[in-house]
């Protein structure tokens, strides 16, 4: 009894996940269309297309490689259109991590890659990409700053969830940056580090707890070594990466990524 009730919560946990993955991926073709037809980027700013971007290795553990390259493809193109390199790099390390074991050093892996990088170089040029690419992104580094202070003011409970906006405002204006750095101007709602930002609205100890969490997804998944586990592994290991620089708790979507990835970790999870 015991040995068939396990297996039916492995069975029920399996076809979460596999809804899940039939979710998400109406989700990007949808939000890739949107931005390739209409040119216009998908929820509110462009690195926003990053959140259905970080889930596609769950597409290929459930709908297989060609549909896996098909939706980086598109993912490619997308990224390009709305000049985001932070999605850019999520295709790159996805495709990596998706298809590692695939990386040999013979002559037809290296004709695939040159096809490949050719047909992304020519988009590039042709949408005006390459300008962007040659831009050291610098602009971080005064947000960081700022957050960084702000986090110091109050590192228990943090300042409050909208409290970084008229921080950051005010830190600019006093705070003189060398000539290379990028300061940008813009009223900044969000630190563009997910941890960071925790820190700002919630305190050191919330954003540490977060961490934990996603540690533990990511051992978990790692444990597991079944093909499941290696896609929860990639897909936490692409919000790690967008968490790095530009997701925040402001936005549903985080929220939601995160409820998914814990939902990992508890049994016959739904």
Not at 98 to 119: D, K, P, Q, Y
Not at 227 to 240: P, Q
Request: contains cysteine; charged residues 10%.
């Amino acid at each position: 009894m015991i040995g068939r009730f396990q297996a039916w919560q492995a069975l029920d946990h399996n076809w979460y996940w596999k809804t899940v993955s039939v979710v998400v991926l109406a989700a990007f073709v949808t939000a890739s269309l949107r931005i390739l037809v209409l040119g216009t980027p998908v929820m509110v700013v462009p690195n926003d297309y990053a959140a259905f971007l970080v889930m596609l290795p769950t597409v290929r553990w459930f709908m297989g490689r060609l549909a896996f390259i098909l939706c980086l493809s598109l993912a490619v193109a997308a990224s390009i259109v709305i000049d985001s390199r932070l999605c850019l790099m999520l295709c790159a390390v996805g495709l990596i991590w998706g298809e590692r074991r695939l990386f040999r050093w013979n002559a037809g892996t290296i004709s695939a890659s040159v096809m490949a990088l050719g047909l992304v170089i020519i988009l590039a040029v042709q949408t005006g990409f390459t300008n962007k690419l040659q831009q050291l992104p610098t602009s971080r580094i005064p947000v960081w700053d700022a957050a960084v202070k702000q986090v110091l003011e109050a590192p228990l409970f943090g300042s409050g969830a909208y409290a970084f906006g008229p921080y950051y405002e005010e830190h600019i204006g006093k705070t003189d940056y060398p000539a290379f750095i990028t300061v940008d101007t813009r009223y900044m709602p969000w630190s563009h580090n997910l941890f960071l930002d925790v820190a700002v609205a919630f305190g050191i100890p919330a954003s540490m707890l977060l961490l934990a969490l996603l540690l533990f997804v990511l051992v978990k998944a790692l444990r597991a070594g079944d093909c499941l586990g290696n896609a929860i592994f990639g897909s936490v290991l692409l919000f790690l990466l967008a968490s790095m620089v530009e997701f925040t708790h402001l936005r549903l979507y985080t929220h939601a990524l995160v409820v998914l990835f814990l939902g990992y970790l508890v049994p016959n999870s739904n």
